[in-house]
């Protein structure tokens, strides 16, 4: 390999800084626009709010029920009272049709005491289903929010690294252009073989990209601005200012 200045290998690492950033810059832009990270909420909002209208629409069938049954009742109370104008009012004198207008009265008041019964029993089971009605609209509320304050995060992801990215690749072509062409040729072709990271930086003795302990002598040649590579991973090691 050819040999540079130490200021050359350093900015080449700086290249590889910028290329890191505009790579995960990019990668965020892409995760902002399509909304992925937001899909686990989405599903769970969509959970949230077929059980909601599942309570909902509970809450509902039992309140016409309700409703029905109060009817019932007003208009059997209604017919009770009618009947007992005409029984006490004296317009029946027939004791035969007296006697039975009280058995009908009975009856209608049997009639009633069921109704109120199943009444009774509505208003309870209402009153049970109530609190986890009104809990899953708060569910969906709150999910809702959450989605929103999410969307509204990402779409100021969006604009912030839409920004960013232009003024990094202009500081990138400023750097590469910089350094002499065989030596960015050289990182160009060494990125994608090594996920894009083709130099790391030497800290403590060590490699930056796999941490494996640089052996002496190829750190005193860093240190000389000879390029050398890790012999683990097989990256550019240079040694920062």
Do not use: F, W
Not at 15 to 30: C, F, H, N, P, Y
Request: with cysteine.
């Amino acid at each position: 390999m050819a040999d540079y200045s130490v200021e050359q290998l350093r900015g080449l690492l700086r290249l590889q800084t910028l290329d890191s950033r505009i790579d995960s810059a990019k990668e965020g832009l892409k995760r902002a626009q399509d909304g992925t990270e937001l899909a686990p909420l989405r599903d769970e909002l969509a959970a949230a709010e077929e059980d909601a209208s599942r309570q909902e629409d509970g809450l509902a069938r039992l309140r016409r029920d309700l409703k029905y049954q109060e009817q019932e009742v007003a208009a059997v109370r209604a017919e009770i009272a009618a009947q007992e104008r005409k029984l006490y009012g004296g317009l029946v004198r027939n004791p035969k049709e007296a006697a039975q207008m009280q058995q009908h009265v009975a009856s209608l008041r049997r009639r009633m005491g069921d109704l109120d019964d199943h009444a009774l029993s509505l208003m309870l089971e209402i009153e049970s289903v109530e609190p986890g009605a009104a809990a899953a609209r708060e569910r969906v509320a709150a999910l809702r929010m959450q989605l929103a304050q999410g969307e509204e995060r990402l779409a100021g992801e969006v604009g912030r690294l839409a920004a960013e990215l232009p003024v990094l690749c202009d500081e990138r072509a400023g750097a590469a252009a910089k350094l002499p062409a065989g030596l960015v040729k050289q990182y160009e072709a060494l990125r994608p073989r090594r996920a894009g990271t083709a130099v790391a930086a030497l800290v403590d003795g060590k490699c930056g990209g796999c941490r494996m302990v640089i052996p002496y002598i190829m750190v005193r040649d860093i240190r000389s601005g000879l390029l050398r590579t890790c012999d683990t991973c097989g990256r550019i090691v240079v040694e920062p200012e």
